[in-house]
């Protein structure tokens, strides 16, 4: 692969790469939202059993305060009572006859501890009436996360329900792990191959400098030679030809006086006859 090639494959592998890691965030965010969800469920569940219970313990604090506010009354009528006669008339209903006379029992409640048993029960009831309200926030509260997880949750993987959130949570969060560390790994690689590229960019344009120098200074030492060889040539056959002139100039001066003197000599080669007049 080219240097650009590695460019390329490196910004797709790079922007993948972000594109996980948005994956990761919104898939960050929905564990968040439904480990919230799952908290606030479980707080509700066990805020509604403890309402319950305290619902319980209300029910039976009316019933006792009934008993007490039932016994006190009746003590009072058998307080007002006590001093009736036959013809007085009664305070309550104004009858003179009184033929079943209220009777004191001695073990009702004081109208002080009426009171505080009431002051209880109504504090009670307070108190149970704060808990139904955080409980009815809370559900609504619920209510709107669902909504939101449900929205989210199709956003994500399309179609799915919210039971099955948690599953297909862990699902994407393992196949989101998979999926980076393989692009992490194919990154590392072209980023090895870009170092290994760069590399060589630099070598090789070094390299073909020193060759280009190397090629220059081997063509100026040919031309060189080449000059060299040309005028060894010449001066070669400017020696030739020196020579030839300077033996052909002797050669005729000795052929010419020889051919005069002898005339029969005439038809004899030129070396011949230079070696006939050396010997001579």
Not at 73 to 101: N, R, W, Y
Not at 221 to 234: C, D, G, P, R, Y
Request: net charge negative.
């Amino acid at each position: 692969e080219g240097f650009g090639e590695l460019l390329s494959k490196k910004v797709t592998i790079e922007n993948k790469l972000k594109q996980l890691e948005e994956k990761a965030k919104q898939q960050q965010k929905a564990s968040q939202k439904w480990k919230y969800f799952e908290t606030t469920k479980e707080k509700i569940e066990q805020a509604a059993e403890i309402f319950q219970k305290n619902n319980t313990i209300y029910q039976q604090k009316q019933t006792d305060y009934g008993k007490m506010e039932q016994a006190f009354f009746v003590e009072q009528a058998g307080i007002l009572a006590k001093d009736l006669t036959e013809g007085m008339a009664c305070p309550v209903c104004g009858s003179t006859h009184h033929p079943a006379l209220a009777m004191l029992k001695g073990d009702a409640p004081t109208e002080k501890e009426l009171k505080e048993a009431k002051q209880e029960l109504d504090e009670f009831s307070d108190k149970m009436q704060n808990q139904s309200t955080v409980i009815s926030t809370k559900r609504r509260e619920l209510e709107m996360l669902e909504e939101d997880l449900t929205n989210l949750a199709q956003e994500l993987w399309e179609d799915l329900k919210l039971e099955n959130f948690a599953q297909q949570l862990e699902r994407a969060m393992e196949q989101w792990k998979r999926e980076n560390s393989q692009l992490e790994q194919e990154k590392k690689s072209v980023l090895t191959d870009l170092q290994v590229k760069q590399k060589l960019e630099t070598f090789i344009p070094e390299k073909e400098q020193e060759l280009t120098a190397l090629v220059t200074e081997r063509d100026a030492q040919e031309k060189s030679l080449v000059e060299k060889e040309t005028q060894q040539k010449e001066l070669s056959k400017h020696s030739k030809r020196l020579a030839e002139s300077l033996e052909l100039d002797g050669d005729v001066v000795e052929f010419k006086s020889v051919t005069t003197l002898y005339p029969a000599t005439r038809n004899v080669k030129i070396h011949d006859t230079m070696t006939d007049g050396l010997s001579f």
